[in-house]
Antibody, heavy 124, light 108 residues
Framework: EVQLVQSGPEMKKPGESLRISCKGFGYSFTDYWIGWVRQMPGKGLEWMGIVDPGDSETRYNPSFQGQVTISADKSINTAYLQWGSLRASDTAMYYC?????????????????WGQGTVVTVSS | EIVLTQSPGTLSLSPGERAALSCRASQSVSSNYLAWYQQRPGQAPRLLMYGASIRATGIPDRFSGGGSGTDFTLTINRLEPEDFAVFYCQLYGPSPPFTFGQGTKLEI
């Protein structure tokens, strides 16, 4: 079965660093871009950025560039979203999602397979 | 950055009725890059349509999508109880950011 499994909930303090993960199962991990989507409490979906696990090419939403780092380790079929210094406003659910089609140039594709989400809470 | 505006914000209908959800882009876009998602409470989003009018795998034919230029529509015929959720449109090309609309809540 094709699935993305995300790491568990996180509770952090402002200023701390964090890396959450998303592991792919049941498909060729390097063939599909993976993206990250933020959903703040009671709010809509925000596209953060994507990574091509095959060559680690990334594309970011300018609103998130410099605030987070998206990466992938193809040797263990895992994508990551990381923060160097968390803020209370980073409190949200974060979803990883896989593109529908393989090897799409430029990463222009919809998200067909979604992880279960990782809740990140940042509070002092 | 292209902005997607969805309307209405909330749509109140009954099972068996037909729903029409709108997604308007701030400038003309290619329908090749327009997707719709459904998000039920407590669940991850689910892809419904891509390329504006192509149903994703396993999506019943009660769901249909269309439109071009700046105006796109998701239509759901014969509403079932499980259809009531929040729906988002997304533009995923030609260049980032691949933004989502703010969502339409379909409620009973």
């Amino acid at each position: 079965e094709v699935q993305l499994v995300q790491s568990g909930p996180e509770m952090k303090k402002p200023g701390e660093s964090l890396r959450i993960s998303c592991k792919g199962f049941g498909y060729s991990f390097t063939d599909y871009w993976i993206g990250w989507v933020r959903q703040m409490p009671g709010k809509g979906l925000e596209w953060m950025g994507i990574v091509d696990p095959g060559d680690s090419e990334t594309r970011y939403n300018p609103s998130f560039q410099g605030q987070v780092t998206i990466s992938a380790d193809k040797s263990i079929n895992t994508a990551y979203l990381q923060w160097g210094s968390l803020r209370a406003s980073d409190t949200a659910m974060y979803y990883c999602a896989r593109h529908r089609h393989p090897r799409v140039r430029g990463g222009t594709d919809s998200f067909e397979i979604w992880g279960q989400g990782t809740v990140v809470t940042v509070s002092s | 950055e292209i902005v997607l505006t969805q309307s209405p914000g909330t749509l109140s209908l009954s099972p068996g009725e037909r729903a029409a959800l709108s997604c308007r882009a701030s400038q003309s876009v290619s329908s090749n890059y327009l997707a719709w998602y459904q998000q039920r409470p407590g669940q991850a989003p689910r892809l419904l349509m891509y390329g504006a009018s192509i149903r994703a795998t396993g999506i019943p034919d009660r769901f249909s999508g269309g439109g071009s230029g700046t105006d796109f529509t998701l239509t759901i015929n014969r509403l079932e109880p499980e259809d009531f959720a929040v729906f988002y449109c997304q533009l995923y090309g030609p260049s980032p950011p691949f933004t989502f609309g703010q969502g339409t809540k379909l409620e009973i």
